[in-house]
């Protein structure tokens, strides 16, 4: 067990074109107001970003606490993640977004949950869904606790909330890494992790309140998006990580919810089904 105050750790962010200044900025503001404040951030600007957005970005740079690392080209998510998670300075990284809110208590919660089980590779935890502002939520995702329940869930669905996520660098290396795969990098790197028997935990409390916009679940779908899951549930099969009938049956949902699923539809599925009230 380790003491609280020796542990450090870094928080990794990405941010590009498209993300909102003033989201930014709150989402910044948040992960420097906490009850354990962060050693380092850094953050990668992944491609060129527009004036307003540049300008927030300089005014947290610091070299010695806020690196920024500024990528030519945008290169995709998965690829954005890795080279940030590479230049962080500490073995405990925090993942964040560029447009949600991290509360006052998340970075707290987790490296004692480090502290209490030093042989975790990832923390996660659960996460409410607004639109607009903070006291418009309209969903929240809760996630299983322990390791033997996340293990079991994640043979069904994505057992982390992104987000919320602070992992040991070194035990994502051996994985790989992050690695581009479409709108699945993440649960890509967590099956890895299993394969490597790496532990998991998820702190039962709310850590992050996640932005969405309007249209955002009725999105989830198409067929560029069920091309990706049904890749991944193929290598899931081929890992032995699920059965043949776990591949079918996962195969037959995504199929219905993402391709022949109306949009309007698919939204109040997400919402009412694949969510929970907060």
Same mark, same amino acid.
């Given at each position: +067990?380790?003491?609280m ?7 990794? +962010? ?17 992960? !420097? ?19 307003? !957005? ?9 070299? @010695? ?8 080209? *945008?290169?995709?998510?998965?690829n954005a ?14 993942l ?27 923390v996660?935890? *659960?996460? =409410?869904?607004?639109?607009?502002t ?31 996520? +602070? ?5 994502? =290396?051996?994985?790989?890494?992050? &690695? ?16 490597? @028997?790496?532990?998991?935990? @998820?702190?039962?409390? %709310?850590?992050? @309140? ?25 290598? +899931?099969?081929?890992?032995?990580? &699920?059965?043949?009938?776990? %591949? &079918? %049956? ?8 993402q ?10 599925? %997400?919402k ?7």
């Amino acid at each position: +067990m380790y003491n609280m105050d020796d542990l450090k750790f870094s928080v990794s +962010m990405c941010v590009y074109g498209k993300d909102d200044p003033d989201h930014f900025n709150t989402a910044v503001d948040s992960i !420097l107001n906490q009850t354990r404040k962060p050693d380092e951030v850094v953050l990668v600007v992944d491609g060129p970003v527009p004036e307003k !957005l540049d300008d927030v970005i300089k005014k947290f740079e610091n070299p @010695n606490f806020f690196k920024v690392i500024r990528l030519e080209k *945008n290169q995709g998510h998965g690829n954005a993640r890795r080279i940030g998670l590479d230049a962080c300075s500490n073995e405990l990284v925090a993942l964040m977004d560029a447009d949600d809110i991290s509360l006052p208590f998340r970075f707290e919660k987790q490296i004692q949950m480090f502290c209490e089980n030093p042989e975790l590779a990832v923390v996660g935890g *659960n996460i =409410t869904e607004f639109i607009d502002t903070q006291d418009n939520i309209v969903a929240a995702r809760i996630v299983p606790q322990n390791d033997r329940e996340i293990k079991k869930y994640l043979k069904k669905r994505c057992p982390f909330n992104q987000v919320t996520v +602070m992992c040991r660098k070194s035990q994502i =290396t051996e994985a790989g890494g992050y &690695i581009d795969w479409y709108c699945n990098e993440d649960y890509y790197l967590w099956l890895r992790l299993f394969l490597n @028997n790496a532990k998991f935990a @998820n702190v039962q409390d %709310f850590l992050v @309140n996640v932005r969405v916009g309007k249209e955002m679940y009725k999105r989830r779908g198409g067929w560029k998006y069920f091309k990706s899951e049904v890749k991944l549930q193929k290598f +899931m099969f081929d890992k032995k990580i &699920i059965s043949c009938f776990d %591949f &079918i %049956f996962n195969v037959s949902v995504r199929l219905i919810v993402q391709v022949l699923m109306p949009n309007g539809l698919r939204g109040w599925f %997400f919402k009412k089904l694949a969510r929970e009230k907060a």
